[in-house]
């Protein structure tokens, strides 16, 4: 399997590395913007797009829109990370279209887990 992280914070996309990559055995590309999550999402055709909901410049929300938009992304599965666990903030995410929703923080010694489930794989 193959992810995209799109998040800003660094510290976020190193620790989903170490946690899908080496514990989850997938591999993982990063992203540290919506607009170059976007690009390569186009390159890289990723099995899943775990995708940070509150990001400068465009949120998680305008990158979702756009990847749908794009053929060739618009059947990428995305996840999103949000710090927002409320029950009203999560299913709006998933009425947006989103696979499914991990809220920060996350335990990185089952977040490929999680993962796994939320995908049905």
Known sequence: ??????????????????????????????????????????????????????????????VFRALRALPETAHIPVVFLTAKAMLSEIQRLKDLGAKGVVVKPFDPLTLAREIKAILGV
Do not use: C, N, W
């Open 1 to 62: 399997m193959k992810v995209l992280i799109i998040d800003d914070e660094q510290d976020v996309r190193y620790i989903v590395q170490m946690s899908l990559g080496r514990i989850g055995q997938m591999t993982v590309v990063e992203a540290a913007s919506g607009e170059e999550g976007i690009a390569l999402a186009r390159s890289e055709q990723p099995t899943f797009i775990l995708l940070d909901m509150m990001m400068p410049g465009m949120d998680g929300a305008a």
